[in-house]
């Protein structure tokens, strides 16, 4: 058995206007979402607090090596790298291909072996704005009957778990992963500051489960369990529960290995084991 793929086709991107910004208000401006002093961070590159001042103000124009360097501290991810590096007017460092393109064929190959071995539990890989890219037979079982409008333009996890007309209105324990998700959704758009992700945050949030999840602030969140599972009733009258794991490549130098990550699904108890294994058997 196979995985299904969806492949996104995105040319590279660098934004828009970043050469005329000059690179010292995006490092202030990453240093401040980090919550970094200058002295805290000119220690740790190795700088004087009074020079990385002056870069900041745009007094000193710094080398790449600085730039990469301050964005390394910062754990800025690797587009934006290429944006500071552009602001700074030197040029890109970190390349940028397509999934299916020829020369990912080996990470595409060990994405999908993953994906495949992990049957008949579901299986993942999204980028950075949680859209689907590929996913094996059991994943896109779990979505395959949900209003068509939640799956485009792209299958994004937020939109079709968190729609009251998605994964959402299925769920047992909505609230509980549900707070969980978008908590995520904040944590990944403050570690990009993502137009993209702002955007999707903003569509997230406006519907009106999540607002009233919103509302009730993050106690809900605190007392969870250590580990959410998601929770589905099942026709008999029983109940299929899942967690989750998220797997990350490690030093990535290409951007859209840097922004993808695995999602696995596993049985939360021995009955949901049973449960999609007898699925996969009766499908097979």
Known sequence: MTSDVV?????????????????????????TRRHRSQLD??????????????????????????????????????????QLLLA?????????????DPSMAAARTSIRRVLDAHLPYP???????????MANSAATALVADLPPELLAPSMNVYRFSLHPAGLWARSTNPEEW??????????????TA???????????????NVASLQRRGRASLEEAP???????????????????????FGTPRDITL?????ELFYPADDASDALLRGTAVASA
């Open 88 to 100: 700074a007017g030197y040029a890109p460092r970190y390349g940028e291909r397509a999934l299916d």
């Open 123 to 133: 299986g993942v890989v999204i980028d950075r704005r949680w859209d689907v890219v």
């Open 7 to 31: 492949v996104s086709r995105r040319p590279p991107s660098y934004g828009g206007g970043v050469a005329h910004t000059s690179v010292g208000p995006l490092l202030k401006g990453w240093r």
């Open 41 to 82: 961070l000119a220690l740790d590159v190795g700088v004087s607090c009074r020079h990385l001042s002056f870069v900041e103000t745009g007094r000193s124009r710094p080398s790449p090596e600085l730039v990469l360097a301050l964005a390394e501290h910062l754990d800025v991810p690797l587009r934006e790298r290429n």
């Open 178 to 191: 549900g707070a969980y998700l978008v908590w995520q959704l904040e944590r990944s758009l403050m570690l």
């Open 258 to 262: 840097d922004e993808l990550a695995v």
């Open 226 to 248: 250590i580990v959410v599972p998601f929770r589905f009733p099942t026709p008999d009258g029983g109940e299929l529960s899942m967690f989750t794991t998220l797997t990350t």
């Open 194 to 208: 993502d137009a993209g992700l702002q955007a999707l945050h903003d569509e997230v949030t406006a519907y009106p």
